[in-house]
């Protein structure tokens, strides 16, 4: 274990930050904080990095004890032996390309001859080789962030700290940097500690993802583990599209068995049959939530129903061309609105009917 | 790696480390040399026997500091002319910051740098030149009026004429350099968003831009009356001959008496205090939490077009140029070869016996080289401190950071005379620190005491501009604090520091009200020389050194400028 975190709380003023937070953090791995803005994300980095104090807890880096309030310790950012790439890049503008990757190891006291050859060969990994006497205020949004990497990397640091190192980047070169990293961390073999609020770099490039909301972490996982099976409404909510449709329990089912919801407002009258969610069992006639990823959702497109099969009759409200297929808003009886993805393989217009069909096993039924 | 018990590394009460107790040493020193002397002074207001007397206490000072007849009168010049200063200065400062900031006014740069070097000018030498001009009977206007319309309407020991002096050295031109960069800054997407809107340039800047910058303005407007209440040579010069008094002037004649009345003096000097510290307070308070968020190239502003304007414009800016640098350069320079100051008039007037007398009188060679030795110790010793003030109050989580930002303010609160006063009790009164008196070490104290506010506050402004993420990457490298104040922070200030060292050795070598009861035969600057010359009625040799320090402060200036200090408010 590389990393521990231990009933972590940090409070500013009368905000809890982060409240009580615990996690580990495997060898060799990529872990990711992911959350909304203001979730403390990045106090817990910065609490890992030794920037800040915690008010509470305990951190370990490596089994050694970096910062703990009941034993009344803390070491110093610069003794923990961390590397940490800052949204901003913070590359010192003093300084250029060499001199920036060479900081780090000249204050470890490593001989001039060696700093040379691990500069050169850490920027030769990001495909920096031949840019050090460049000023590093002369590089690119793209270059900075490599320079940045390297700069962290250079020292082999027990554990790299990742604060949303790509959001200042854009689109195309955001995923380009994203398959680098992955890349270039297989290859060194270093635990990452990565921050972001973009659930498509966190599912994209983690190993294991926290999810945190108010300072609290809500679920630890796989990516797919927590797409296919969040733990919470939020985790559900935050991590994709996700459909929702309001009901009663009709027929609660046996475990692990199918349950039948009736339908609320203005789809009353219709039934959906779906799956117990991650919650304690429902009894007849509590309220529920139906929750189903868009994906799952299943199109016939002529409008016909079959009462059998689990589906509603919805109309096409809007529709917007996203390049590989269809984003779609559907009215569902008259009043309750839905994200679909349609298809690019069909002709679709706005206005047109269509007969979804919710196939139970996708379906998911929480408490309201 | 299995949960085996982890090692600790144990270390007591960690957060007293090094960075800890050298804040503390830092407030300590600042604190015994500003506040204590504060502290003197208020001590020194109830103690009335005269000097030379075992020390009595009592409320004769203030009693006699109110009873004063010209006090009323002093207290309301005081208001007086601060109020109306401020009346003139603030709309046409306003005015010009926005014509050199967001227009295309030809040659704004070199415009601004003009009004940096006219801020740069001692105030002293400035009022000398407009004593040429405006001199009642002597002076140049005047006379020519005389010939050509015959009536010399102007007189410059008056109201206005101190006011006139004070508008071009003080108070506009430092709200003038204060605002421009402000100005400049000021993200050019809520005037962009008014012009599309459908608003004109001029609607633009008084709906929009004017009330954007509003705290700004309001907080150099602080600035200004701080500045005023404090000013000292224009009214001794220029107020003495009508006996017009402000609170400065009125505290420098309590103690240049034959009995110095020091128990009144210091009772007036506490009530400036006094009236200083909500200024303070607002100041601190308009300015807190500022975004200083620094420019880069993708907001880069679009000038205005001035369209048929940028004729007039470029000429109101130019005749003010002119006014407040112009004016008194050539004419003090003029001064200099005058075979008696100020007389145009007479059959042959121009010689260079002034500058021979000067240049080779023992007592000038000796003040030059006091002056240089101060200056340069100032600046050296005041980068080093203000540095440190600014470092710890911006950066660290120091408890006591507040205490240090607000004594770091307090030297604005005292007369300089009054500050002067106190560091002389100070180094008489403490007996380890009486050897200093009469050396160029006192002088320094004092002088890096007196540039405190504004070299605090410019160091600060330029910390919150360049971002903690620099220094926090050092951290994580591996660097100490101390390394990386010494590798990251200190490099990266490196223009920033040398633009106050550039104003301090400045403001030292011009000095005035701080060093004045400081200086004896031993230690004594070109500045005070300049006051003695006066005082012994050698006008020609005081106009000579007074244009010496004048070429001294536009040199630093310059050097200043192209060290390319920016820094402003906002």
Redesign the interface.
Same mark, same amino acid.
């Given at each position: 274990m590389v990393l521990r975190l231990d009933g972590v709380t940090k409070v500013f003023g009368a905000v809890r930050a982060l409240d009580g937070a615990s996690l580990e953090v495997e060898r060799g791995e990529i872990f990711t904080l992911l959350g909304p803005s203001g979730c403390g994300k990045t106090t817990t980095l910065r609490l890992v990095a030794g920037l800040e104090h915690p008010d509470a807890g305990e951190i370990a880096l490596r089994g050694r004890v970096v910062a703990s309030v009941p034993r009344r310790v803390f070491v110093a950012p610069h003794k923990r032996n961390l590397g940490m790439v800052f949204q901003s890049y913070a590359i010192w503008p003093h300084m250029n390309v060499f001199e920036n990757v060479a900081y780090p190891l000249r204050l470890r006291g490593v001989k001039r001859s060696v700093v040379a050859e691990k500069v050169t060969r850490v920027l030769d990994l990001v495909g920096l080789a031949g840019l050090d006497e460049r000023g590093a205020t002369l590089l690119s949004g793209g270059q900075m962030q490599r320079l940045a990497l390297c700069r962290a990397l250079v020292y082999e640091p027990d554990l790299l700290l990742l604060d949303e190192p790509f959001s200042n980047l854009d689109a195309k070169l955001r995923e380009q940097m994203r398959v680098e990293l992955k890349v270039l961390q297989r290859r060194l073999g270093v635990t990452v500690l990565f921050v972001t609020h973009d659930q498509i770099e966190a599912l994209s490039l983690s190993d294991r993802i926290a999810v945190m909301q108010r300072g609290r972490v809500e679920q630890v996982g796989a990516p797919r583990e927590l797409y296919e099976r969040p733990a919470s409404a939020f985790v559900r909510d935050f991590l994709g599209q996700t459909v929702v449709l309001r009901g009663v329990v009709r027929e609660p089912g046996p475990r692990g068995g199918t349950i039948t919801v009736a339908l609320d407002g203005a789809l009353a009258g219709s039934m959906l049959r779906g799956h117990a969610g991650p919650a304690a069992a429902l009894a007849a006639g509590a309220p529920a939530h139906l929750a189903i990823r868009p994906e799952n959702i299943e199109v016939a497109g002529d409008g016909r129903s079959t009462p059998e099969a689990n589906t509603l009759t919805g109309t096409i409200d809007a529709l917007l061309f996203v390049g590989d297929r269809y984003e779609a808003r559907v009215v569902l009886g008259g009043e309750q609105r839905i994200l679909m993805l349609l298809p690019r393989a069909r002709e679709w217009h706005e206005g047109q009917r269509l007969q979804l069909t919710f196939p139970p096993q996708t379906v998911s039924v929480w408490p309201a | 790696?299995t949960? $085996?018990t %982890?090692?600790?590394? *144990? =270390? =007591?009460? %960690? *957060?007293i !480390?090094t960075q800890a107790v050298l804040c503390t040493v830092v407030l300590g020193i600042v604190a015994f040399c500003v506040v204590f002397p504060v502290l003197l002074v208020m001590l020194q207001s109830f103690q009335v026997a005269p000097p030379g007397q075992p020390a009595k206490y009592g409320l004769d000072g203030w009693r006699a500091a109110f009873d004063e007849p010209g006090l009323r009168a002093a207290l309301l010049n005081t208001l007086k002319v601060t109020f109306v200063r401020q009346l003139l200065s603030l709309p046409l400062a306003v005015l010009i910051a926005w014509l050199l900031a967001r227009t295309d006014l030809p040659g704004r740069r070199w415009l601004e740098f003009a009004f940096w070097a006219a801020f740069f000018l001692p105030s002293f030498t400035v009022t000398l030149s407009w004593i040429l001009l405006l001199d009642p009977e002597y002076g140049l206007i005047n006379t020519s009026l005389a010939r050509l319309v015959g009536t010399a309407p102007f007189n410059i020991y008056s109201f206005w004429g101190i006011v006139w002096v004070h508008v071009l050295t003080g108070s506009l031109t430092v709200k003038v350099i204060l605002l421009t960069p402000a100005f400049r800054h000021m993200n050019a997407s809520f005037e962009e968003a008014s012009r599309v809107a459908g608003a004109s340039t001029l609607r633009t800047a008084l709906r929009i831009t004017v009330p954007v910058m509003a705290p700004v303005i309001l907080s150099v407007l602080l600035l200004g009356t701080m500045v005023s209440l404090q000013t000292f040579e224009v009214e001794q010069v220029l107020g003495l001959p009508f006996r017009f008094f402000v609170f400065s002037t009125m505290i420098y004649d309590l103690l240049v008496t034959r009995v110095p009345r020091y128990d009144a003096a210091t009772a007036l000097a506490v009530v400036i205090l006094a009236a200083m510290l909500p200024l303070v307070l607002a100041q601190q308070w308009l300015t807190r939490g500022r975004r200083y968020t620094t420019l880069t190239g993708q907001f880069q502003n679009q000038p205005h077009r001035l369209g048929r304007w940028r004729a007039p414009a470029l000429a109101l800016v130019l005749a003010l140029v002119s006014i407040v640098l112009g004016v008194p350069v050539v004419f003090a320079l003029l001064g200099t070869f005058m075979k008696l100051f100020g007389f145009f008039h007479i059959a042959d007037p121009w010689t260079l016996n002034n500058w021979k007398t000067v240049l080779t009188d023992e007592l000038f060679l000796r003040s030059l080289h006091n002056t240089v030795v101060l200056a340069v110790g100032t600046a050296v010793a005041a980068v080093v401190v203000h540095s440190l003030i600014a470092y710890i109050a911006v950066r660290t989580r120091y408890a006591g950071r507040r205490a240090l930002d607000f004594i770091s303010w307090l030297p604005f609160t005292v007369p300089g005379i009054i500050l002067g006063l106190a560091l002389l009790w100070l180094f008489l009164g403490v007996e380890m620190l009486k050897p200093l008196y009469g050396t160029t070490t006192l002088l320094i104290v004092a002088g890096v005491i007196a540039g405190m506010p504004l070299g605090v506050q410019i160091i600060k402004s330029g910390l919150l501009q360049l /971002?903690s !993420? #620099?220094e !926090? $990457?050092? =951290? +994580? $490298? /591996?660097?100490?604090?101390w390394?990386t104040y010494r590798? +990251?922070v200190l490099? #990266?200030m490196a223009p920033t520091l040398m633009a106050v060292a550039m104003i301090t050795f400045v403001g030292a070598a011009r000095n005035i009200g701080n060093f004045a009861l400081l200086t004896t035969s031993a230690n004594r600057p070109l500045s005070i020389l300049q006051i003695d010359y006066i005082a012994q009625r050698k006008f020609e040799e005081a106009v000579v050194v007074a244009c010496i320090i004048m070429f001294i402060s536009l040199a630093g200036a310059l050097l200043a400028r192209l060290l390319g200090l920016r820094s402003g408010l906002g």
């Open positions: - | 790696m949960t $085996a %982890p090692a600790v590394h *144990r =270390r =007591r009460v %960690p *957060r !480390e /971002g !993420e #620099l !926090e $990457a050092s =951290r +994580i $490298a /591996g660097a100490s604090w390394a590798r +990251i490099r #990266l």
